[in-house]
């Protein structure tokens, strides 16, 4: 029992994900398949980039609620220059997520302004500017050399799915083999105790949400390439998911404990039950309840209810 419950947040995610996986099968026998393994790879690969960036502030028990709208902004901004430019402007969407970024880490550090209020914020901020440079309308992106690195297979995988892969393998280093790493788990334990023991915690705020800012931009460079277009909302449908993900994976909102590698499998849970749901032609409406459902009762179980100051 006491390892189960030291390790809960690990195996209960990963547990509910082999469930997902039986039930699915059982109810359809097209389920469990390649052609729909490497579907669920290619659905995943954006959130799972999205999901990373929004795990570094949870961490510290925090919030980004901006990433979908740094998906949209970088997006469009990159877009509409693409036709003047050329496709190649498009390498600048993770740094336009950068400077998003230190925006929100400078708001929230040194301004002392709670993460959930200035990235709520900022994330109408971005997505006004999205819309000004687009005057809200599409913007279609052509094939081009560029894309043609993003797009398509490698052997059949995704190289999309690719990029999110070389995405984790360097945040979990960053994670668990840095000093920044190890100062936003310090954090998201205590702040307060971190403070006094000498971790510069205004700096590593910032240095994690422009981790984030950079994450986001990148997914926003993904999806464009992914979908062949920007619009006004690209990024709306992620936020909640990318959250919803990191929880799920047993990353709470607490912070403290979790991490990128947590994060791959909820964002599984979701992308499976999603294509699940679908395969089982379950109504659109009612996904969205069940998707609902899930996320409260995630929350429920991986939130430390002795740190219910949530969102610093």
């Known amino acids: 029992m006491g390892f189960l419950r030291e390790h809960w947040n690990t195996a209960a995610p990963f547990g509910a994900l082999i469930v997902l996986v039986v039930v699915f099968t059982l109810m359809n026998s097209t389920f469990l398949t390649k052609n729909n393994g490497l579907n669920i790879l290619s659905q995943s690969s954006v959130l799972l980039v999205l999901a990373i960036a929004a795990t570094f502030p949870i961490l ?14 970088s997006a469009s901004v990159c877009a509409t220059l693409a036709q003047q430019y050329g496709a190649w402007v498009f390498l600048l969407c993770p740094f336009i997520g950068l400077i998003c970024g230190l925006a929100n880490g400078l708001l929230v550090s040194y301004a002392k302004l709670p993460s959930f209020l200035v990235t709520l914020g900022t994330s109408f901020t971005f997505v ?10 599409p ?14 297979s490698i052997f059949g995988i995704p190289k999309v799915s690719l990029w999110a892969v070389v995405a984790l393998v360097l945040t979990t280093l960053i994670a668990s083999r840095t000093r920044l790493g190890r100062y936003m788990y310090a954090i998201g334990g205590n702040e307060l105790t971190s403070r006094l023991s000498g971790v510069p915690v205004d700096r590593t705020k910032v240095y994690a949400f422009l981790l984030t800012g950079f994450l986001a931009g990148a997914a926003g460079l993904l999806q464009v390439f992914r979908v062949r277009s920007s619009t006004p909302d690209l ?25 990128p590698l947590r994060t791959v499998t909820g964002v599984l849970i979701i992308t499976t039950l999603s294509n699940g749901m679908v395969i089982g032609a379950v109504h659109p409406f009612l996904q969205t309840v069940v998707q609902g459902l899930v996320v409260v009762i995630a929350v429920a179980v991986t939130l430390d209810r002795k740190k219910l100051d949530l969102v610093k």
């Open 60 to 73: 510290m028990g925090s919030i980004d609620l901006s990433i979908g709208a740094i998906v949209t902004l």
């Open 128 to 137: 006004g500017i999205a819309k000004f440079v687009t005057d809200g309308r």
């Open 139 to 152: 913007v279609p992106v052509a094939v081009s050399d560029l894309s043609q690195w993003f797009t398509g």
């Open 235 to 259: 990024g709306d449908a992620f936020l909640l998911l990318a959250i919803a993900a990191v929880v799920m994976g047993g990353t709470p909102l607490s912070g403290g404990v979790g991490g």
